[in-house]
């Protein structure tokens, strides 16, 4: 279980470190306050870094046309997982199926996607 955790982690934390990357990149060092204003005309409603899990695509990956350039493939791993965080963030074990397929989307986001696109320096994992 605590490698599942470990997975989820490295995943969260990629995930949060590629938006504020794209999104410093695009707006500026004050992206978080200018951003939104700019695309959505209200200010952010929380900080960035209380957001839910869920609310990085809802909010960031599918809204700002920086993040168009990302695959079909990615949003797909993205949805299939959430159920699996659930059932970690939850205490309910996963299947040795589940724990696979987890390893590989941690494997995408952190090794195929992310870090191709981020230098090394700016992950806090």
Known sequence: M?????????????????????????????????????????PPSKPFNSLSFHEYSRI???????????PEEFFSYLESL????????????LTETEYVYLVKIADFFTNHLLFERIPNSLYKI
Do not use: S
């Open 2 to 42: 605590k490698e599942a955790y470990g997975c989820l982690y490295k995943i969260e934390n990629a995930i949060r470190a590629y938006i504020e990357h794209k999104m410093e990149k695009e707006y500026g060092v004050h992206w978080f306050h200018i951003a939104p204003r700019k695309v959505l005309k209200r």
């Open 60 to 70: 960031y990956l599918r809204t700002y046309d920086v993040f168009q350039e990302l």
């Open 82 to 93: 959430y159920p699996l965080r659930n059932k970690v963030a939850h205490c309910f074990p």
